[in-house]
């Protein structure tokens, strides 16, 4: 162990079908911490899902929503065991949340996959993704947010990695420790 701290949290964050998700929660078993992905939570608090949001409310609540949700878990940060966090794919575009995100001072991960894989990934779940529902419209979208999940500290292409060595992969070049006791 190096003498430098652990972090409360890593975010990954990056494009649909990236694999945050899937990575997020197998990180978090790997280090016995705690897995939050933002969109469940968003959901849970609302009693909507997000195409539910999207649909009744349109994307600029969502986004609102979705950075109260985004302030909500940074504050609880500090009393809670370590957390993997998956974020919604929109999240690093907002300044507001770029800046929440740097100011917390935990790792971001970028998990990247081609637009190809992403959208042979969400082939499946395409009716509960709202802004998948048009190939050329997510092209476009997965295009414009590149540059902004090009940010994050660290990047991990997930293409020909299964989930368990993503996360393994991620533990390992973050030097992440397990936690004593599992969280939950």
Not at 21 to 41: E, I, N
Not at 123 to 141: K, N, V, W, Y
Request: include cysteine; aromatic fraction near 6%; charge should be positive.
């Amino acid at each position: 162990m190096t003498g430098k701290p652990q972090p409360r949290a890593v975010f990954l964050l990056g494009f649909m079908g990236a694999g945050k998700t899937s990575v997020g929660l197998a990180l978090a078993q790997r280090l016995r911490w705690q897995f939050v992905d933002l969109d469940q939570r968003i959901e849970k608090r609302e009693g909507r899902t997000i195409a539910q949001i999207f649909a009744g409310s349109g994307e600029d609540a969502f986004r609102r929503i979705e950075t109260a949700a985004l302030r909500e878990l940074l504050a609880e940060l500090d009393r809670d065991r370590p957390v993997v966090v998956a974020l919604g794919g929109g999240v690093p575009l907002r300044e507001e949340n770029a800046a929440l995100l740097a100011t917390s001072g935990a790792p971001q991960v970028f998990l990247d996959a081609p637009f190809e894989v992403v959208r042979q990934r969400c082939r499946e779940t395409a009716g509960t993704r709202p802004l998948f529902r048009e190939e050329e419209q997510a092209r476009r979208l997965y295009e414009s947010r590149r540059p902004h999940y090009l940010k994050a500290g660290f990047r991990l292409d997930t293409t020909q990695r299964s989930v368990e060595e993503a996360a393994a992969d991620i533990a390992r070049a973050l030097a992440l420790q397990p936690a004593e006791k599992e969280s939950r």
